[in-house]
């Protein structure tokens, strides 16, 4: 069965970044996009970005412009999010998801929290 | 960017009733708009993919339709696990919808 499982909970502080996996089974992590998407506390969905493990070309959310970076090791069948210049406003839970093209599986959620 | 507004923001219903959630889009999405479902802490659940094709495993009771700009969510007869919050999105550049509760009245 497909399941994408996510790694464990972070704190970092201000200034830091954060690097999020999400392994990937049941199918061939190469033939369907992968996104991310957050939520912060109490808060709706917000979509950050999507990448094509296949070629490695993502596409973000504009808001995220030069802090965040999506990569895959397709030998894993891991992506990843890698979110730089932390700061409270980043505390949130990140998800990755499968796109076919409507979002079909979820990971489970990282808890990512930005605290001094 | 284009912007999903969704209405009512809250649902306030007793089981049996009949939901109908909105979602209106800024501008033209053709049919590309997903519904998901997402309890306290889970994560969503995708409902309805391009307006009206029900996911695997969902239920008759949930529908959707509408095209270009505005969508509805239908839930026919509300059972007591779809008390949730309700999310649409847009597959132009991604964007979701602020979400309707829907609540036991």
């Known amino acids: 069965q497909v399941q994408l499982v996510q790694s464990g909970a972070e704190v970092k502080k201000p200034g830091a970044s954060v690097k999020v996996s999400c392994e990937a089974s049941?199918?061939?992590?190469?033939?369907?996009?992968i996104h991310w998407v957050r939520q912060a506390p109490g808060q709706g969905l917000e979509w950050v970005g999507i990448?094509?493990?296949?070629?490695?070309?993502?596409s973000h959310a504009q808001k995220f412009q030069g802090r965040v970076t999506m990569t895959r090791d397709t030998s894993t069948s891991t992506v990843y999010m890698d979110l730089s210049s932390l700061t409270s406003e980043d505390t949130a839970v990140y998800y990755c998801a499968r796109g076919t093209p409507a979002l079909d599986y979820w990971g489970q959620g990282t808890l990512v929290t930005v605290s001094s | 960017e284009i912007g999903l507004t969704q209405s009512p923001a809250t649902l306030s219903l007793s089981p049996g009733e009949r939901a109908t959630l909105s979602c209106r889009a800024s501008?033209?999405?053709?049919?590309?708009l997903d519904w998901y479902q997402q309890k306290p802490g889970q994560a969503p659940r995708l409902l309805i993919y391009?307006?009206?094709n029900r996911a695997t495993g969902i239920p008759a009771r949930f529908s959707g339709s509408g095209s270009g700009t505005d969508f509805t969510l239908t839930i026919s007869s509300l059972e007591p696990e779809d008390f949730a919050v309700y999310y649409c999105q847009q597959r132009t550049d991604w964007s979701f919808g602020p979400g309707t509760k829907v609540d036991i009245k």
């Open positions: 049941g199918y061939t992590i190469t033939s369907f996009f």
């Open positions: 501008q033209s999405v053709s049919i590309y």
């Open positions: 990448l094509n493990p296949k070629s490695g070309v993502t």
């Open positions: 391009d307006a009206s």
